[in-house]
């Protein structure tokens, strides 16, 4: 199974990957849909660029310093999925089921993350530049210096979680809900100088 390096334009729905791990393989525009990659132990430094997991299940899979460039994942299955270091842009996520995936550092600009929820979980080093979180929620989180700048923050929630040191610029401030959030004092002049901005307007 993959005994080529790379692969493109080809089918692979409906498959089941019985592999201990997938390394150092690349896959361009290929279809993966409703492929269950469950029994798949580890994928490492892999490329997927432009491909389709639509309904695909990579529950209990760790993935670890691979590359998923605009590739679609709507209604996938990550339960008990670790993404380690992992580049995601321009990756959709849209209606997955991703509430107890796990992201340990990684590039997720510009990926849609919308309805997203994470619960009590550690996020570190993280890179959102331009994701769409729009009704997002950080629920109990560590979210520890990762960058959303320029993201979509419509309804994105950080309700009860640490977000110190995380940075924030070119975000619409008052737009996030921070019901019980610990902030740090650079995100609290921010908050201010914005919430001045609109009295002052």
Not at 107 to 130: C, H, M, N, V
């Amino acid at each position: 199974m993959f005994e080529k390096r790379s692969y493109e334009r080809e089918n692979f729905s409906e498959w089941e990957i019985l592999l201990p791990e997938l390394s150092g393989r690349r896959f361009v525009e290929c279809s993966f849909a409703a492929a269950d990659f469950s029994e798949l132990g580890r994928c490492v430094r892999c490329t997927f660029d432009r491909c389709d997991f639509t309904m695909a299940r990579w529950n209990g899979v760790e993935i670890k310093d691979s590359a998923f460039l605009g590739c679609n994942f709507k209604f996938a299955n990550f339960f008990a999925t670790v993404f380690d270091h992992c580049k995601m842009t321009g990756s959709s996520f849209a209606e997955a089921e991703s509430e107890l995936m796990t992201i340990d550092g990684g590039d997720w600009s510009y990926t849609e993350l919308r309805e997203i929820r994470f619960d009590r979980k550690q996020l570190r080093r993280i890179d959102f530049t331009g994701a769409d979180l729009t009704g997002a929620r950080f629920i109990k989180c560590r979210v520890e210096n990762c960058t959303f700048r320029e993201a979509v923050t419509d309804r994105l929630s950080f309700c009860q979680s640490d977000i110190r040191d995380s940075t924030f610029e070119e975000v619409d401030l008052l737009s996030l809900d921070l019901s019980g959030a610990v902030v740090d004092l650079g995100q609290c002049v921010a908050l201010a100088e914005a919430a001045g901005a609109i009295y002052r307007g």
